[in-house]
């Protein structure tokens, strides 16, 4: 029987969602991966905010955050990656949770960052943190649910093994 996706062809946008990413949980990734002494690398993307990202309201659209998340989603799995993966898989959207946290004005430079906190079946989840690059301040976080589909059939398609190591780093003592 092939593994299913729920909801994958309606994405859920689920603005203002009760998750909040606390300090000490960051770079927690699955149990068993945790247990092998690996964390989730990081994956940062530097952006600038444009004119055409501005809202009436005079700072980014709520909908630029959602397409900066999947444009650090996209080049964190180009950059990481297995060639064999990239041509076999494609990623889509299941659900998006974002807690927008700050504004952004025109002119500021971005920082995308993300990383897979786990991976299971089909599906991957995925936390992005958005903050502004001059002050540190935090504008956004998210946790996106990602399904694999089969790039010739388009079908949901189990995640093939191996396919997380190249998202992971071994954890040190200090770290």
Not at 56 to 64: F, K
Not at 68 to 77: G, K, T
Request: proline share 5%.
């Amino acid at each position: 029987m092939p593994h299913r996706c729920p909801a994958i062809l309606s994405n859920h946008l689920g603005v203002g969602s009760a998750w909040q990413l606390k300090k000490d949980e960051r770079g927690q990734a699955d149990p068993a991966a945790a247990a092998a002494g690996r964390r989730p690398v990081r994956y940062e993307l530097v952006l600038r905010v444009g004119a055409d990202d501005i809202d009436d309201l005079g700072h980014v659209n709520n909908l630029v955050y959602v397409r900066w998340v999947q444009e650090v989603a996209r080049a964190h799995w180009e950059s990481a990656a297995r060639a064999e993966d990239r041509a076999s898989l494609v990623w889509v959207v299941v659900r998006h949770e974002i807690d927008y946290l700050h504004p952004a004005v025109e002119g500021d430079e971005i920082v995308a960052r993300t990383w897979v906190e786990s991976w299971k079946g089909a599906t991957s989840h995925r936390r992005t943190e958005i903050g502004r690059r001059s002050d540190g301040t935090p504008l956004a976080r998210a946790h996106t649910v990602w399904c694999a589909l089969d790039a010739r059939t388009w079908r949901p398609k189990r995640l093939p093994t191996g396919l997380s190591a190249p998202f992971l780093e071994e954890t040190t003592e200090e770290g």
